[in-house]
Structure formats: structure tokens, C-alpha cells
């Protein structure tokens, strides 16, 4: 294959998930079903906060921002391949690849930024109750979603702006079902040091911090349940953390499995499968474990 830069018409080739016209059908109805249950569920919980004035909390207002961005994570990767599979066509052009890359590294920054507030929100709640109203006031609130959203757009602007030094071969296949930024540095016929060492410090920044953050919380948390004195009243504050506990279970367990998979084996399929997890199951689960 010549080499070439992503100008003109240029394309990436996704492999997809199968080949065969058996699975592929399979894998289109089963992924759109996820979607729409996915879509649907995270509506709900999106309507059933605004249109409730009980709920409008700094608890279900940063539940109801993890769900309107869970809608946008699985919304850049899914409806696409639904297409490719509806189509029979696997082309994804260079502007449209570096596009869902952008998007899904956004989302998925901004899924890690939700929980750590969620959890500091838990930890105000739980262990300084008498100025929790003062401490978690509407403005922060906005301002702690705002920022996230504001890092997270920069980040990924720097990781795409990095991208589009590096040279493909044209026609380059990616052996996945959606344009992943560490994919992509894979398949460049560039050198791709400076890519990894950034992608690298913000994984270390913008991951192990906020896990930092949420373990520390829990701690705490933890700590102040142990000096309740009554059961009841343990059992009552702890379970306004349960859900956020499977949430963080979920994504961090997905996220890690996928991203540790790529690293570790060179199956492409073992990697589409974590991806799968990654970004198509866990939030399609995060309604029934807010629930």
C-alpha cells in the first residue's frame, strides 16, 4: 500500500466485529436493542430528575450528567456500526475516524470526572452532614460539571491535534468496530513517541487522581460509618453509596479490562470484547444500578 497523509479522500477500514453474514446479523440486532435500551433507560432517569423538584439535588444532578453522557458515549461509537453493518460498507473516512476518536475519549473522561464528584459528593453528605447544603451549593455544582467538560475538550483536542502529525497507509484497517485512539497510534506508519508519552501522563493525571479521589472518599466514608452507633442508621447512609459503587465497579473494572487487554495480548478480538464492555454494556447497565 502507498503511504499517505489523511487529506482528500483517504479512508480507514473498520474490521468490525465478524465477518460472517450470520453473526453479523446477530450482532445488529442484539447491538441495537442495547442502544435503544441504553438510550431509553438513561432518558428516564434524565426526565424523572428534571421533572421531579424532590430530586433536584447535587446527587441526582450529577447522576442525571452521567446519563445524558452515557447517551453521547454510546451514541459515537454504536449507531455507526449499525450503519457499516446495514450498509455492508466498512469505510470510515480519516476526518469522520479522528471525529469519533475525539468524541469517545470526551465522553469516557467525562464518565471518570462524574463518579470522582459523585464520590466527593457521598463523602460531604455522609461525613459532614450539618454543611453539606453550604459546601455542595448549586453553583459548585455547575462549576464541577462545567470544568470537567471543559478539560476533557482540551485534552482530547491536544490527543487528535497530536494524531494529525502522523502519516497512514492508504486504506489502513482497523481491527475494531469504532476509531480507538490507542488503535490508531497502532496502525500509523509514524513514529508515535510523543502520542504515547502524552496519552500516558494523562492517563496517570486524569485517571489515577480521580481514582485517588474516590478511593480517599470511601475511606472516609467507611471511617464514619464505623462510629454510627446505630445499625439502621448505617445501613441508610450507606446505601445512598451502593449504586455509585456499582457504577464505579462497573466502569473502572470495563475500562481497565480493556485497555490492559489491548496492551497485553495482540488478539484483536479479546480487545473488541473488553472494548464491548467498555463502551457499549457499561452504560447500558448504569440505570439498573442507579436504580
Not at 421531579?52 to 449507531?79: A, G, W
Not at 448549586?138 to 482540551?154: D, E
Not at 462510629?227 to 473502572?252: E, I, N, Q
Request: charged share 10%.
Amino acid at each position: 500500500m502507498e503511504e499517505g497523509n489523511h487529506t482528500g479522500v483517504l479512508q480507514f477500514l473498520l474490521v468490525g466485529l465478524s465477518d460472517h453474514p450470520e453473526q453479523q446479523l446477530l450482532c445488529f440486532g442484539l447491538f441495537l436493542y442495547v442502544y435503544l435500551v441504553t438510550v431509553l433507560g438513561n432518558l428516564l432517569i434524565i426526565l424523572a430528575v428534571s421533572s421531579d423538584p424532590h430530586l433536584h439535588t447535587p446527587m441526582y444532578f450529577f447522576l442525571s450528567s452521567l446519563s445524558l453522557t452515557d447517551i453521547c458515549f454510546i451514541s459515537t461509537s454504536v449507531p455507526e456500526m449499525l450503519v457499516n453493518i446495514q450498509t455492508q460498507n466498512k469505510d470510515i473516512s480519516y476526518i469522520e475516524c479522528f471525529t469519533q476518536a475525539y468524541f469517545l475519549n470526551t465522553f469516557a473522561g467525562m464518565e471518570n470526572f462524574l463518579l470522582t464528584v459523585m464520590a466527593y459528593d457521598r463523602f460531604v453528605a455522609i461525613c459532614h452532614p450539618l454543611n453539606y447544603t453550604l459546601i455542595m451549593n448549586p453553583r459548585l455544582c455547575v462549576l464541577l460539571v462545567l470544568l470537567s467538560w471543559l478539560l476533557m475538550f482540551w485534552v482530547s483536542l491536544v490527543h487528535i491535534l497530536l494524531l494529525n502529525r502522523l502519516t497512514f497507509s492508504t486504506g489502513t484497517e482497523i481491527p475494531h468496530f469504532f476509531c480507538e485512539l490507542a488503535q490508531l497510534l497502532r496502525v500509523t506508519t509514524s513514529d508515535t513517541l510523543i502520542n504515547n508519552v502524552f496519552m500516558y501522563m494523562v492517563a496517570a493525571v486524569l485517571c489515577v487522581l480521580p481514582m485517588t479521589g474516590i478511593l480517599y472518599s470511601y475511606c472516609h466514608i467507611v471511617s464514619s460509618l464505623l462510629r454510627m452507633p446505630s445499625l439502621p442508621s448505617k445501613y441508610k447512609a450507606f446505601s445512598t453509596c451502593g449504586s455509585h459503587l456499582c457504577v464505579v465497579s462497573l466502569f473502572y473494572g470495563t475500562g481497565f479490562g480493556a485497555y490492559l487487554s489491548s496492551d497485553v495480548t495482540h488478539s484483536s478480538q479479546r480487545s473488541m470484547i473488553a472494548s464491548v464492555m467498555y463502551t457499549v454494556v457499561t452504560p447500558m447497565l448504569t440505570p439498573s444500578s442507579t436504580a
